[in-house]
């Protein structure tokens, strides 16, 4: 078990996205007011859960060049059933992606667990969620700040209720 407490940062920066390796489905990583950061590399987070137990930030490093827009972000899962990455939300807390992105690519349905109607992902202006594989966000939600993007894969969705809070771009993508 890692636990980031209170104002504390984990900030990810290695050579490749999948260094951080958990044991197996009971590992787990609790952010409690804390923040989990990558750099530019990513983040890939596969095999164990995350329990957020009070407000906490997600953010990624994004580098613009002349040529394109670097947004490697933070990945729960990798496509395979085996590597689905869960993450709990408890009653009453928002889990926010302040800069850069969250990309869901977990198999399973009941991956995404948002405990009572008041948990909630927030994306800030200029973040992106981008959704890889169906996913069941109820009884929670997902707000969308002004000018954020919500991209996914062609036929892949989002049951529950989405907020969108001001200009909100959507959009499809092949990975």
Same mark, same amino acid.
């Given at each position: 078990m890692l636990?980031?407490?209170?104002r504390f940062t984990f900030s990810y920066d290695a050579p490749v996205p999948n260094l951080l390796q958990f044991?197996?489905? *009971? &590992?787990?990583? @609790?952010?409690?007011?804390? #923040?989990?950061? +990558? #750099?530019s590399i990513g983040l890939e987070l596969t095999t164990g859960k995350m329990e957020v137990v009070d407000n *906490?930030?997600? &953010? *990624?490093?994004? @580098?613009?060049t002349d040529v +394109?827009? @670097?947004?490697?972000?933070?990945?729960f899962g990798s496509g395979l059933l085996a590597d689905d990455f869960e993450v709990i939300l408890f009653p009453n807390v928002t889990l926010n992606c302040i800069v850069g992105s969250m990309k869901y690519n977990n198999v399973g349905s009941q991956t995404?667990?948002?405990?009572?109607?008041? *948990?909630?992902?927030r994306f800030y202006t200029g973040t992106t969620l981008w959704v890889y594989e169906?996913?069941?966000i109820r009884p929670g939600c997902i707000a969308f700040d002004d000018? &954020? =993007?919500?991209? =996914?894969?062609?036929?892949?969705? @989002? #049951?529950g209720s989405i907020m969108p809070m001001g200009s909100l771009t959507r959009g499809w993508f092949t990975p």
């Open positions: 636990q980031l407490d209170v044991m197996d489905k *009971s &590992s787990k990583i @609790i952010l409690e007011e804390a #923040t989990l950061h +990558a #750099t *906490s930030n997600l &953010s *990624s490093e994004v @580098i613009q +394109a827009l @670097i947004d490697n972000g933070i990945m995404l667990l948002m405990l009572n109607d008041l *948990s909630c992902i169906n996913f069941d000018q &954020s =993007r919500f991209m =996914r894969v062609a036929g892949k969705n @989002i #049951t």
